[in-house]
């Protein structure tokens, strides 16, 4: 278990996650719209992970996407979800304090 959180917040991983935010990176949320009323990084967009595949068109195009939910389990479903739906750009910022705290460092 502890290897599973070590991948998804290794410093490395913050290095890419903060070369594609300064990209312009398509920021989704896969938490659910409560959770996300409570919180959650500046101009992401609220996709819950049962809506993704619903929504794919709105990844569509997107050069970078990074979704990031409340431990990262949710957020890792999306990203395979996505990869499996033919978007190989996309990575797991893990919980969405992560995500703000690249962003706020950047």
Not at 43 to 57: R, T
Not at 69 to 77: A, D, I, K
Not at 80 to 102: A, D, I, Y
Request: charge should be positive.
């Amino acid at each position: 278990m502890l290897g599973i959180f070590k991948n998804i917040f290794s410093q490395r991983d913050n290095d890419q996650l903060k070369e594609i935010v300064k990209e312009g990176a398509f920021l989704v949320d896969v938490r659910t719209p409560s959770e996300f009323a409570q919180g959650s990084v500046k101009g992401a967009v609220n996709i819950p992970l049962d809506k993704v595949s619903d929504e794919l068109y709105k990844f569509k195009d997107k050069k970078h996407i990074v979704v990031f939910c409340r431990s990262g389990n949710r957020s890792n479903q999306a990203k395979s979800l996505l990869e499996k739906n033919g978007f190989p750009n996309v990575v797991n910022g893990g919980t969405w304090q992560n995500v703000q705290q690249v962003i706020i460092g950047n």
